[in-house]
């Protein structure tokens, strides 16, 4: 059975730091992404790896501010996220896909739940 378990959402003042954690089981995944979705708006991509975590590729708003990350012995991928800003402020997912489409590819066959995080100003 596939799991994506996200976590380490929460609220955190501007300017502030985060790391989510997303740890899957069931397969292994061969790219991971992530997304947001803000209250009234549609889901949005955030950033996504490959296999290795060597090939990497990020949404304009968060380029230079959020790195995405894997260890596969441990089989998580993480979003570390720098400098926070009120419009971060979304539910955030965790996608994974087990098939060799490029990180560019915006579909993902699986999801986790979401976890939630709040910048304040």
């Known amino acids: 059975q596939v799991q994506l378990v996200e976590s380490g959402g929460g609220l955190v003042q501007a300017g502030g730091s985060l790391r989510l954690s997303c740890a899957a089981s069931?397969?292994?995944?061969?790219?991971y992404g992530w997304f947001r979705q803000a209250p009234g708006k549609e889901r949005e991509f955030v950033a996504a790896?490959?296999?290795?975590?060597?090939?990497?590729f990020y949404a304009d708003s968060v380029k230079g501010r959020f790195t995405i990350s894997r260890d596969n012995a441990k089989n998580t991928v993480y979003l570390q996220m720098n400098s926070l800003r009120p419009e971060d402020t979304a539910v955030y997912y965790c996608?994974?896909?087990?098939?060799?489409?490029?990180?560019?590819?915006?579909?993902?066959?699986?999801w986790g739940q979401g976890t939630q995080v709040t910048v304040s100003s």
């Open positions: 996608a994974a896909d087990s098939t060799s489409r490029t990180i560019y590819y915006g579909e993902y066959p699986y």
């Open positions: 069931g397969r292994t995944f061969r790219r």
């Open positions: 790896c490959n296999q290795s975590g060597g090939s990497t």
